[in-house]
């Protein structure tokens, strides 16, 4: 069945590093690819998607290519701000068009000052 | 005003209760969910519907039903609360035709059994 997998955090960085999350993910079809960020306290929401391959999806300065050859979709930035801590959820849409999202298992990044 | 709301925010419950978590929204969306998230395991489907009459099970529905009661309004119940349904409840919707592309999340419900 359909699957995604994220590094495990926390990751923790100072302000104005490199950010780097990986995901990978195992799907039949094509699938659409997001990632979504959860602040403390709230909802979940989207940051940014990419609906096939090669497609990059990018936000805020965040930035995700959907790579089918190596089943990928790793989230960078390059300078992170103290307001950038949250989790962040990696998750695909299978292409049965149900609408269902899978989710990565979250990856929690720190930004100190 | 939130596009989709969910009460009550926090929920202590007795296990063997019975207990009602609401989801609302003023997005106009056909399909709504519901998510449970648990530490290091994200965000897992219960159920969703695509329209009132049309409710479907998702990854981990034994011990939950829902009600979906009109296009707005999506509710999830635990008929039995048990300890292991301590979680973060969320519900989302999104709107047909845009193949479930981008789900609108609710701010969750804190929900602990004991």
């Known amino acids: 069945g359909n699957s995604v997998t994220q590094m495990e955090g926390p990751v923790t960085l100072s302000e104005e590093a490199f950010l780097t999350i990986n995901c990978t993910y195992t799907a039949t079809g094509y699938p659409s690819l997001f990632w979504y960020v959860q602040y403390p306290g709230e909802g979940l929401q989207l940051l940014l998607k990419a609906t096939k391959a090669d497609d990059k999806g990018s936000n805020k300065g965040f930035e995700a290519t959907y790579r089918k050859e190596t089943t990928s979709f790793h989230l960078e930035k390059g300078s992170v701000q103290v307001s950038d801590s949250a989790v962040y959820f990696c998750?695909?849409?299978?292409?049965?068009?149900?609408?269902?999202?899978?989710f990565g298992q979250g990856t929690t990044l720190q930004v100190k000052p | 005003d939130a596009d989709v709301t969910q009460t009550p925010r926090n929920r202590i419950t007795k296990t063997g209760k019975r207990i009602m978590l609401e989801c609302s929204q003023t997005?106009?969306?056909?399909?709504m969910y519901w998510y449970r998230q648990d530490p290091g395991l994200g965000l897992r489907l219960i159920y969703y519907s695509f329209d009132v009459k049309d409710i479907n099970k998702g990854e981990i529905s034994d011990g939950y039903s829902v009600s979906r009661q009109a296009q707005a309004k999506f509710s999830l119940s635990l008929e039995s609360a048990i300890p292991n349904q301590t979680a973060l409840y969320f519900c989302a919707t999104s709107a047909e035709g845009t193949g479930g592309y981008e789900q609108y999340f609710g701010p969750g419900t804190r929900l602990t059994v004991t």
């Open positions: 998750a695909l849409s299978g292409s049965s068009n149900t609408g269902k999202l899978i």
């Open positions: 997005k106009g969306h056909d399909r």
